[in-house]
């Protein structure tokens, strides 16, 4: 069946850094754009990076651009998302999201990152 997992969310400090991790299973992983998205107590789920089938093109909200790099392995059916000089305003649950199509795609748990001193 699909599953997408993702890991390495925890508690850190204002500044710091965390890597996320996604682990796909179940469907073809490089036929799919994968994102990430994130959402905070009380507010809506909101767009955080989003990548390619290749790799070759990546895209970022404002909010986090210049701050996360997202990244992915076709080899390991893996994306990743490294967060640096992370800020309170990061805390939420973060998911991973694979889509082909209107029809086609998935969602993953959540991992939840805290951003607090």
């Known amino acids: 069946q699909v599953q997408l997992v993702e890991s390495g969310g925890g508690l850190v400090q204002p500044g710091g850094s965390l890597r996320l991790s996604c682990a796909a299973s179940g469907f073809i992983f490089n036929n799919y754009y994968m994102k990430w998205y994130r959402q905070a107590p009380g507010k809506e789920r909101e767009w955080v990076a989003g990548i390619d089938f290749v790799g070759r093109r990546r895209d970022y909200a404002e909010s986090v651009k210049g701050r996360f790099t997202v990244s992915r392995d076709n080899r390991e059916n893996m994306v990743y998302l490294q967060m640096n000089s992370l800020k309170p305003e990061d805390t939420a649950v973060y998911f991973c999201?694979?889509?082909?199509?209107?029809?086609?795609?998935?969602w993953g748990q959540g991992t939840q990152v805290t951003v607090s001193s």
């Open positions: 999201y694979a889509a082909r199509s209107a029809t086609s795609y998935y």
